[in-house]
């Protein structure tokens, strides 16, 4: 399991128009995720883990400045490379953990046979198996999206444009593809996220206007759990 430090992330909601401008400023200065399509984009689904007294969600409602969750993800539908991730927060600042997880493990995982995990020599399946029995954590919703993302190496800068967020309401069948989903944001607002280390380069500052806009507490996670 690589540890990886504390960065800073910050997101806001914007329209369509700020999208195509900021976008199209980014693209001259910053390089395309090597993952994107011949759009610009590529498709994530995540798996979201919560317990019976929603715990990761009303941590997030209320604020709770130490929160962390797990979650299954893979991109552009490419089962060949799943991540099992934990996201912490502390003090504002994001750290995230993954190892590789196998098909059958992550189905094993969602039907409840989760005793591999503490089998694994993996120390984010150990703890996600003590989390799971101690916590009764366990699989809770489907998010899709499409993201756009740029990168710029000075400040090791991420900027991503999530759009066409959706929620597999209560479904934990994750490989389903065609899994019914249903929008959770006004399909005009596109969540941007800022990410980076130690500054922000005033360059990358200019163009996404951070100054003139203000930090929202984002969660596509909790948004997704607006149906239950």
Known sequence: MSETKFRHEMKHYINMCDYVAISNRLRKIMHLDKNANSHREYK??????????????????????????????FYNDDYSFIRLEKK?????????????????????????????????????????????????LKPKTIVDYTREAYIYPVGN??????????TGINSTDLF?????????????????????????????????????????AISKYAASRIYG
């Open 44 to 73: 994530i689904r995540s798996l979201y883990f919560d317990n019976l007294r929603d715990k990761v969600l009303m941590e997030k409602i209320n604020g709770i400045n130490r929160r962390e969750k797990f979650r299954i993800r």
């Open 88 to 136: 912490s927060k502390i003090n504002g600042l994001c750290n995230k953990v993954s190892e590789k997880i196998s098909v059958d493990q992550c189905e094993r995982l969602i039907k409840g046979d989760i005793n591999f995990l503490n089998d694994s020599e993996k120390p984010l399946f150990v703890e996600l198996y003590s989390k799971m029995k101690g916590d009764l």
């Open 157 to 166: 800068v991420r900027i991503t444009f999530d759009k066409s967020i959706r």
């Open 176 to 216: 389903n593809e065609n899994l019914p989903t249903i929008g959770v944001v006004d399909s005009r607002c596109i969540v941007l996220e800022v990410k980076y280390d130690e500054f922000l380069p005033e360059i990358i500052q200019d163009i996404i206007q951070t100054n003139n806009r203000r930090a929202t």
